[in-house]
């Protein structure tokens, strides 16, 4: 049971370049979520999948596109890369019921020159 | 808006001491409370989570409690190891609305467990 996994673990894109970050789940989850994290600032939500088929904004979705392929993967797309996109990203997957708990990725670190 | 503080930042404690990580939180309609462990480098692991409802969770070491009238969690670790040595974070899970299904983090506790 592999859990949350993400690819690539490391990226270094140009200025202006796209790149699409994948992210799979295997324990049949309904909602899936994609954050950043950046020191002093913690984890902030980009976007997330109430369930398959919905795609909402988080807290700071400008700049990214999000595409829930089916149940298992959810995907973020950087149109056109910037500086300040450099961060890590990370996946996560809850059962989507009441109360449940988020399990994470082990992130993708971007670094965006 | 739903803000999450961690204090300390940082904290370094010898081994076999226990110690306390808060957790405070400015809205206190709150669904849950998500204790997570992240090691550096890596993604976050769940911990321990606590539903409005409840006042604490166990689980080995770690006792979480909540007191969501007063907007607080406390983790912790008793009998400490250097292999808990790592970053823990907190996070609120709010009610129902357009933000339900968000998580809002603190800053998180770097805490260094001295052999």
């Known amino acids: 049971n592999a859990g949350v996994t993400q690819t690539p673990k490391f990226q270094v894109l140009k200025t202006g370049q796209s790149m699409t970050l994948q992210c799979a789940q295997d324990m049949n989850h309904n909602s899936m979520y994609w954050y950043r994290q950046d020191p002093g600032m913690g984890l902030r939500l980009i976007y997330y999948?109430?369930?398959?088929?919905?795609?909402d904004k988080g807290e700071v979705p400008n700049g990214y596109n999000v595409s829930r392929l089916n149940k298992r993967e959810f995907s973020l797309r950087l149109e056109s890369a910037a500086p300040s996109q450099t961060s890590v990203y990370f996946c996560a997957s809850r059962t989507g019921t009441s109360g449940s708990e988020q399990y994470f990725g082990p992130g993708t670190r971007l670094t965006v020159t | 808006k739903q803000e999450v503080t961690q204090i300390p930042a940082a904290l370094s404690v010898p081994e076999g001491e226990n110690l306390v990580l808060n957790c405070s939180f400015t809205?206190?309609?709150?669904?849950?409370l998500q204790w997570f462990r992240q090691d550096p480098g890596k993604g976050l692991t769940s911990l321990l989570l606590i539903q409005s409802s409840q006042r604490e969770q166990t689980s080995g070491r770690l006792n979480a409690s909540l007191d969501k009238s007063s907007g607080r969690s406390t983790l912790y670790i008793a009998a400490s190891q250097p292999g808990d040595s790592a970053t823990y974070l907190c996070a609120v899970k709010e009610g129902s609305g357009a933000g339900s299904y968000q998580l809002t983090f603190g800053k998180g506790t770097k805490l260094s467990v001295i052999p």
């Open positions: 999948s109430a369930s398959e088929g919905t795609t």
């Open positions: 809205d206190s309609a709150i669904y849950n």
